[in-house]
């Protein structure tokens, strides 16, 4: 079992900041990509930004400049970092976890797109 745990989530004024953080915890081996969704009211659940096991990045074009995305490997942590918030950013925002290696007895397995309950990102104009 491996769950996710998002923490950050807010309510800030247009132009202001917010740090998200998603712990995942189990038996974990290696998580070879996190990254966070979104998803407002009416719409569809959006890519945010995601990083690789190796730090390789990609960021939805509505973030880029804005948003930053790390991971710490020995934690299981991920982070966003988000500046310039504007009122389109407003979202439940959605950790991801995908291609989970975990310890099994029987050997390791791989496990896919894990969520974590989502955390509220409101920002006021």
């Known amino acids: 079992q491996v769950h996710l745990v998002e923490s950050g989530g807010g309510l800030v004024q247009a132009g202001g900041s917010l740090r998200l953080s998603c712990a995942a915890s189990g038996s974990i081996i290696v998580i070879n990509a996190m990254g966070w969704y979104r998803q407002a009211p009416g719409k569809q659940r959006e890519l945010v930004a995601t990083?690789?096991?190796?730090?390789?990045?990609n960021y939805a074009d509505s973030v880029k400049g804005r948003f930053t995305i790390s991971r710490d490997n020995a934690k299981n942590t991920v982070y966003l970092q988000m500046n310039s918030l504007k009122p389109e950013d407003t979202a439940v925002y959605y950790c991801n976890a995908d291609r989970i290696r975990t310890p099994q007895a029987t050997g390791i397995m791989t496990l896919y797109d894990h969520w974590g309950q989502g955390t509220q990102v409101t920002v006021s104009s």
């Open positions: 990083i690789t096991s190796g730090g390789v990045t």
